[in-house]
């Protein structure tokens, strides 16, 4: 079994490229059609494989950010109720602070700086602590290109869907004159 905690931009783009959703695909900052339909494939792929399972906390706080961002005729949203639905999903407890940010661990929580990622790497951590082999999937984000290296050492992956597009992304947002600072 594989298990998933799919970022909230892999659903928002597949929605965006799902003919059948109302997302609209300026939405989202991936422009190209063929890039949008590559998320898609990935996200109906995932979703019929029942070896395959979402990772999601049982006070809904990942479901809570994908509502926030999707409507229940978005093609995303389904895909992970469909997973819901049939069983195919690891379910874990996220700790929240007072503030009601996940806690990472302190070497994660200089690292990851979107409080509302942290929910998300709460989860895929405690994923696997509970024995489950476990990614975060990112198709548009290049936050996670920033804490990458930090979440590499202790243990997990960031699985890009779109790895060329989001460097290239990344790159514009962090010219070789700012990475030197």
Excluded at 71 to 77: M, S
Excluded at 130 to 147: E, F, M, Q, Y
Excluded at 148 to 156: D, K, N, Q, T, Y
């Amino acid at each position: 079994m594989q298990a998933r905690l799919v970022d909230t931009n892999v659903l928002i783009v597949a929605s965006a490229a799902d003919a059948g959703s109302p997302f609209h695909a300026e939405a989202t900052p991936v422009e190209e059609v063929a890039l949008r339909a590559q998320v898609l494939d990935w996200l109906e792929a995932f979703e019929a494989d029942p070896a395959r399972h979402a990772v999601l906390d049982v006070d809904w706080l990942v479901c809570g950010e994908y509502r926030h961002k999707l409507t229940e005729q978005d093609y995303g949203w389904l895909a992970m109720m469909h997973k819901m639905d049939r069983g195919e999903v690891v379910w874990v407890d996220v700790l929240l602070d007072r503030n009601g940010n996940a806690v990472l661990p302190p070497e994660l929580a200089a690292a990851v700086t979107d409080l509302a990622d942290r929910k998300m790497v709460a989860a895929a951590l405690a994923a696997l602590d509970a024995g489950h082999p476990c990614r975060l999937v990112n198709a548009s984000d290049t936050d996670w290109i920033d804490c990458e290296s930090a979440l590499r050492a202790v243990g997990l992956e960031v699985e890009h869907l779109l790895p060329a597009w989001l460097l290239a992304r990344w790159r514009r947002k962090h010219p070789p004159e700012r990475r030197a600072k």
